[in-house]
């Protein structure tokens, strides 16, 4: 069983930057995937980057690619950072972690309790 708990989310003005963290709270993930999904109020949870175990493999979706940049810092903490932020952002934002790597949900089996971004206009 792995814990993950998020950290870093905020109020943040439009152009500004943000560093989500992701920790393992109990057990590891080292061995997983590491991914973030977010969700604004009456949306779907969406996808919004993930790094392979090893750190060699990433992905993003559309919306944040060139803005968003996910990394492992050490076997149980993965860093999102966040830069040029637009309102459209705005979410809380979830840390999960499973066996495989994918763009959506099915591939992930532990999630953190999400953390809230806000980005004003």
């Known amino acids: 069983q792995v814990q993950l708990v998020e950290s870093g989310g905020g109020l943040v003005q439009t152009g500004g930057s943000l560093r989500l963290s992701c920790a393992a709270s109990?057990?590891?993930?080292?061995?997983?995937?590491v991914g973030w999904f977010r969700q604004a109020p009456g949306k779907e949870r969406d996808f919004v980057s993930a790094?392979?175990?090893?750190?060699?493999?990433t992905y993003y979706g559309d919306s944040v690619k060139g803005r968003f940049t996910i990394s492992r810092h050490s076997a149980n903490t993965v860093y999102l950072q966040m830069n040029s932020l637009k309102p459209e952002d705005t979410a809380v934002y979830y840390c999960?972690?499973?066996?495989?790597?994918?763009?959506?949900?099915?591939?992930?089996?532990?999630w953190g309790q999400g953390t809230q971004v806000t980005v004003s206009s």
């Open positions: 999960t972690a499973g066996l495989s790597m994918g763009y959506t949900i099915e591939h992930y089996k532990y």
């Open positions: 790094v392979s175990w090893s750190g060699n493999r």
């Open positions: 109990r057990g590891t993930f080292e061995n997983y995937a």
